[in-house]
């Protein structure tokens, strides 16, 4: 396969006052896809403005024609699958099925506890993705769905008349352990990773490298049990949570290096975020630009 770039915009601008503008330029600079995270805060951008992911997406699917959308990632947090599917589903409709999910446990940021429950377990949130996954997949390839679960449920769902897309819109399963990696291997179409965020600190570009390879090779052996080729599951890594920061956006070359080193290990995608002044993601405009239309070339 060959390597895709693909952003994430974060929902962080007023769609009239340049929110629309960066999906267009999205579309316009030849991104596979467009991401956004679906949080309702994040970091340090909690206290600025923040907007829903799912609106958001439906706005863009209305602006662009082309560009692929999706979320990175999506997690139990704050979403149930009954009236996450039936959100899909529309959403997957009205961007004439341009629509992928990234979907993960989540962590124990703001998201954890806005609803007034405390914080989970690493543990506790693997329980409830194992969960979620499965049965979000049924609502969304059935047309009447009816489970119980330890933690959640559905009584007569109805989703007619399904996706777009068929079977379903494409999961693309953010994991790192086994029980994650399991539930990428049976559901997913993608798989997500940001590295090793033990390395973000103190590790090397070296040594980041040997965790994905080292993740990679436990995708393709949960793959493996599950009776699928790993081959067949494209690869998302999302950068910027690697030792190397954003020094692989700070020329041309710089990022024709970093991805072609990451497209060796088996990556089919890479996921850059889009400038933001003043932020984690502040990045020279341009240069961003000049990455994104000249470095596929060089890469092919």
Request: aromatic share 8%; proline share 6%; net charge negative.
């Amino acid at each position: 396969m060959s390597l895709r770039l693909s952003t994430v915009i974060l929902p962080v601008h007023r769609w009239s006052e340049g929110g629309r503008d960066r999906w267009q330029r999205a579309e316009e600079l030849g991104f596979h896809t467009a991401y956004t995270y679906d949080h309702l805060s994040w970091r340090t951008f909690r206290d600025g403005p923040w907007f829903g992911a799912l609106p958001t997406l439906t706005a863009a699917a209305t602006a662009t024609a082309r560009l692929r959308l999706g979320t990175l990632v999506t997690s139990p947090n704050f979403r149930h699958p009954v009236t996450l599917a039936k959100e899909l589903i529309s959403l997957d409709d009205i961007s004439g099925g341009r629509i992928t999910l990234g979907i993960g446990a989540g962590g124990n940021g703001f998201d954890a506890t806005a609803l007034g429950q405390e914080a989970w377990t690493p543990r506790e949130r693997a329980d409830r993705l194992a969960e979620f996954v499965p049965l979000l997949d049924r609502l969304l390839t059935e047309d009447a769905v009816t489970q119980r679960g330890a933690h959640y449920s559905a009584d007569e769902a109805r989703n007619i008349p399904g996706c777009v897309q068929r079977p379903r819109l494409p999961f693309a399963v953010a994991a790192t352990g086994p029980r994650g990696l399991k539930l990428a291997a049976r559901y997913g179409q993608a798989w997500v990773t940001t590295g090793d965020p033990k390395l973000y600190e103190d590790g090397t570009p070296e040594q980041s490298r040997a965790a994905l390879r080292a993740q990679s090779e436990k995708l393709a052996a949960a793959c493996a049990e599950a009776g699928r080729d790993a081959t067949g599951l494209d690869r998302i890594l999302l950068t910027g949570f690697t030792p190397d920061r954003n020094a692989p956006l700070e020329c041309v070359d710089a990022f024709v290096d970093f991805a072609g080193r990451h497209a060796e290990l088996g990556f089919t995608e890479l996921v850059l975020h889009a400038p933001i002044p003043d932020s984690v993601f502040d990045v020279d405009p341009e240069v961003f630009e000049r990455i994104v239309t000249e470095a596929p070339a060089q890469l092919a």
